[in-house]
């Protein structure tokens, strides 16, 4: 008899019987990532046997470095698992600040880093600590969709600013002052962008967080695809927005450089001021306690020589596949109107095809097997003319990605 108890389906016993209660407003209305159904139609045309070339993804194909495999293995060897302090491990906050030392040339005291679940977390802390009820948020459309639900969610009202390829779809000086209103609490900035792979020009960007300090407002700063960007095209270095406003608070992760998506890490990189760090020290507590310890220990091994040289040399591949991207689209009549020098994304207008974006990728996928991602996710400035294809895919994909959709425009065009 208690076996029998025990084999029962789960469901039968716990089946809800009533309606839920309301859920919150912020419950209900937030929007879903449209896009991902074309990653999920994709996966099962796979299932069906069906060769689809996924380029819609937003994640790197590399995996953590070998160095960081190893490290998480040995965190499970039965030893206990402690949380570690809200704000990080210490060796990890230090090996952090010491990167952008080495890296971006930046001193930072590492009681300024939060490490944090991801570089979402990272941005849920910022908008939590900076955004109250009926705030202006300003962002650049197109931008990451996730920044405007979470400014959303705290109440905040987004104000989007529509961009162009004019300024590489970044704001500007100009267009902050234009949207500007009194009740204008932050700006949020992604550099390197999703969905368009372009960096802010650095004298735009020193423009607009000076603008924002000077009146008052938060910068925040999305950096998650910084080391994985080539050069400005002036030819000089990409640089943090720390280097030009030290009061600014950066975002960022060790998803895409470090090639660690599912292990959930990241950072947030705060202003020294006493109040501020308690805050986020009170709410990353309140929040989540910590970042997964064992990550955490197992990403110290993301900055030994070996790591860095690997992920540098993934970089180095990123940028030519970017080329094979680049070249492709151009040879298919879809160039992109400003060449990405950073993340994986190529942004390209798809108007002259006579085609909806969203029409274009249902089509893409059903007829020439290719997945993208629409621009509809990503604001409404670019929703029905703009497409994003992702190259953290292997070359072969790509060229075989591009083959089959310049066979699918040219039949648009016949
Ligand atoms: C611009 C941008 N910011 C933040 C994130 C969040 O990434 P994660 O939480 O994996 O660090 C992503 C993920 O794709 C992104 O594209």
Not at 105 to 111: Q, S
Request: hydrophobic share 40%; net charge negative.
């Amino acid at each position: 008899m208690e076996n029998e108890a025990v084999q029962q389906p789960a469901s039968v016993v716990t089946s809800p019987t009533t309606p839920s209660p309301i859920m919150s407003r912020r419950a209900r209305e937030i929007n879903p990532f449209r896009a991902m159904v074309f990653g999920e139609k994709a996966d099962t045309m796979i299932a069906h046997g069906i060769d689809v070339i996924k380029l819609s993804l937003g994640e790197p194909d590399f995996g953590a470095p070998p160095a960081v495999r190893d490290a998480m293995r040995e965190q499970y060897d039965g030893r206990a698992l402690p949380y570690t302090a809200a704000m990080g491990l210490p060796e990890l906050r230090q090996a952090i600040a010491d990167f952008y030392r080495d890296r971006h040339d930046l001193d930072i005291d590492p009681k300024r880093i939060c490490v944090t679940a991801g570089g979402s977390a990272a941005l849920l802390l910022a908008t939590a600590l900076t955004v109250d009820p009926g705030d202006d948020v300003i962002v650049a459309d197109p931008s990451y969709p996730c920044n405007r639900e979470l400014v959303r969610s705290f109440e905040g009202n987004v104000i989007d600013v529509p961009t162009s390829a004019a300024t590489r779809f970044h704001l500007n000086a100009d267009l902050c002052r234009e949207y500007w209103t009194d009740r204008t609490k932050a700006v949020m900035i992604t550099s390197p962008s999703n969905p368009t792979g372009t960096t802010i020009d650095f004298n735009v960007l020193k423009d607009v967080t000076a603008f924002a300090a000077e009146h008052g407002a938060w910068r925040i700063v999305d950096e998650t695809y910084l080391d994985l960007a080539d050069r400005e095209p002036d030819g000089t270095e990409v640089k943090s927005v720390l280097a030009c406003d030290p009061g600014a608070i950066v975002c960022n992760s060790f998803s895409k450089f470090f090639g660690m998506t599912g292990w959930r890490l990241g950072w947030a990189i705060l202003p020294d001021d006493a109040t501020v760090l308690e805050a986020v020290d009170d709410l990353a507590t309140n929040y989540y306690l910590c970042a997964h310890t064992p990550t955490q220990h197992a990403a110290l091994a993301c900055f030994t020589p070996e790591s860095l040289a690997e992920c540098e040399a993934r970089r180095q591949e990123l940028l030519a596949r970017r080329r094979i991207v680049i070249d492709g689209l151009k040879r298919i009549g879809l160039p992109v109107e400003v060449e990405p020098n950073g993340a994986f994304y190529a942004y390209f207008n798809i108007s002259r095809t006579g085609l909806d974006a969203w029409t274009f990728c249902e089509r893409a996928l059903e007829e020439a097997h290719v997945a993208l991602t629409p621009g509809r996710d990503f604001g409404a400035a670019t929703a029905n003319t703009h497409v994003r294809l992702s190259y953290a895919a292997s070359r072969e994909a790509l060229s075989e990605g591009l083959e089959r959709l310049g066979k699918f425009v040219a039949t648009l065009e016949s």
